[in-house]
């Protein structure tokens, strides 16, 4: 996580583990299709001796978290899939389908912790018992299964199996909220609000920064209460130009739109790169707040509201609930923005798209993993094993003093030290600009370093990289 965001969500930076198909994961186990990669785990948390570039050194890794949407989480996770119809939805506490309406603080939550939770594991597998009495105990708890990763002596399934901000509000909590406002808003006498309006409203927008403007929103999806065609990254724009253009049909005043207004400032602050104390206690108020409001609003009584959810019968969703544990999820692993599924979805989307128009019926997911595979080898050759990943000259390592880093951490520390004898312990700090003979040069700038003749071309450099310490300062040439 000290990775620098331009790096660590570079899609070059996501690297496949595998396909399967989903039938042939639920019929073997997920267990099966990740046994390999647990191996690998255990191996690095304990210690990988590698040598790169001439220098031996010892890499360690474990993993941190695993980041999904509701279903997959949960499967992997060994807990409940369907939350619509589980008994305990939350695979962070133990809050009751007949709670949910109720709670509205993580504190009064009885949370799921490791001990109690391979407890419950250790029931539910327990050798001996009945099928019926089985799903008994699985119903009782929540949990089908063990989770795989409990191997790793450091993960904690109750907390490592993040919510995930997009598929939670975007996919989620948003969608639905917008769409019983405007609902309300259409049907009430003193609005009256008219979707065209607004949707012309929104088209005609303008921004000094990148911005795209959300598809018009579809009255019969508004008025039959179904799921609005929005993809995440529209709904996000959404809830950006709503705002914006409700002003003219609705007072802030009204409960309606100022609890719609509230979850917009919950979902913002969610974005946030980083959270002080007092940010963390007022977020955490702005969802009891939100939530509560939420029941009062569109009580599960109310005909028709919650037909989607009528299962249930709660105004409170699985989704609504989960925002409850996103402070605590801060405070264990940081902003939400740097474990969304944002990066990991555009990293999919190719292989979607090309199911979408595949013919090939002949094991399909090692057709595409495989030739995902030699794209790969055939990117690093093309750029090079140091500018695979990016642009190193744009690499800075967090958490270093002032930026200062060691030069055996360059890609080019092997030539630069037996060029200049220097050390490689030795402290740098990269130069975006520098001027020489009059010229302003930076990273790409190129240089005649030697003319035409009859027999040779000209010669040519670039500077890849200009540094600076305390013996001097020295710039990365290329050829």
């Given at each position: 996580m000290n990775l620098p965001p331009s790096f660590r969500s570079s899609l070059r930076c996501i690297q496949l583990l595998g396909i399967v198909n989903s039938e042939l994961l639920k019929q073997r186990g997920v267990d099966v299709f990740l046994r390999h990669f647990l191996d690998d785990l255990i191996i690095l948390h304990e210690g990988v001796t590698l040598n790169l570039r001439g220098e031996q050194r010892v890499w360690f890794g474990i993993l941190l978290h695993f980041c999904g949407d509701i279903p997959a989480a949960n499967f992997v996770g060994g807990f409940k899939e369907g939350v619509g119809f589980a008994n305990l939805p939350c695979r962070s506490c133990m809050i009751s389908r007949d709670s949910l309406d109720e709670i509205h603080q993580e504190s009064e939550c009885i949370l799921r912790e490791k001990i109690s939770h391979e407890n419950q594991v250790k029931e539910v597998e327990k050798?001996?018992?009945?099928?019926?009495?089985?799903?008994?105990?699985s119903t009782r708890y929540g949990v089908n299964r063990g989770c795989l990763f409990r191997a790793l002596s450091y993960f904690d399934p109750t907390k490592c199996f993040m919510h995930d901000l997009m598929h939670t509000a975007n996919e989620g909590v948003l969608n639905r909220e917008i769409g019983y406002f405007l609902r309300y808003a259409i049907l009430d006498e003193e609005i009256e609000l008219n979707l065209e309006s607004v949707n012309y409203n929104m088209s005609t927008l303008k921004s000094?920064?990148?911005?795209?403007?959300?598809?018009p929103i579809i009255l019969r999806e508004v008025m039959d209460r179904k799921k609005l065609s929005f993809s995440s990254s529209e709904m996000s724009s959404l809830t950006m130009c709503l705002p914006l253009v409700m002003g003219e049909f609705v007072s802030s005043d009204n409960p309606y739109y100022a609890n719609l207004l509230l979850l917009f400032e919950i979902f913002i602050s969610l974005q946030c790169y980083s959270f002080s104390e007092e940010q963390w206690i007022i977020l955490e108020k702005m969802i009891e707040i939100y939530n509560s409001n939420f029941v009062l609003l569109y009580p599960k009584s109310t005909p028709g509201i919650n037909v989607d959810n009528a299962n249930t019968g709660k105004s409170i969703t699985p989704k609504l609930d989960s925002l409850l544990h996103f402070p605590a999820?801060?405070?264990?692993?940081?902003?939400?923005?740097?474990s969304w599924c944002f990066r990991y979805e555009s990293k999919n989307a190719p292989f979607k798209k090309i199911m979408r128009r595949n013919s090939n019926f002949h094991n399909v997911p090692w057709t595409m993993a495989s030739h995902h595979q030699r794209l790969v080898g055939l990117d690093i050759k093309s750029d090079g094993e140091s500018n695979f990943f990016g642009k190193?000259?744009?690499?800075?390592?967090?958490?270093?003093?002032?930026?200062?880093?060691?030069?055996?951490n360059g890609w080019w520390s092997n030539i630069f030290c037996k060029a200049t004898g220097l050390s490689g312990n030795l402290k740098y700090r990269q130069i975006?600009?520098?001027?020489?003979?009059?010229?302003?040069?930076?990273?790409?700038?190129?240089?005649?370093?030697?003319?035409?003749?009859?027999?040779?071309?000209?010669?040519?450099?670039?500077?890849?990289?200009?540094?600076?310490?305390?013996?001097?300062?020295?710039?990365?040439?290329?050829?």
């Open positions: 050798e001996g018992l009945t099928k019926t009495a089985r799903e008994a105990v000094d920064r990148e911005f795209t403007v959300p598809p999820q801060i405070r264990h692993f940081g902003a939400p923005r740097y190193l000259n744009d690499f800075v390592i967090q958490n270093h003093n002032s930026g200062m880093i060691e030069i055996k975006a600009k520098i001027k020489i003979s009059g010229r302003i040069c930076q990273s790409g700038t190129v240089f005649l370093r030697k003319l035409p003749s009859d027999e040779n071309l000209a010669l040519f450099f670039r500077i890849s990289d200009a540094i600076s310490c305390e013996r001097g300062t020295f710039l990365i040439m290329e050829q």
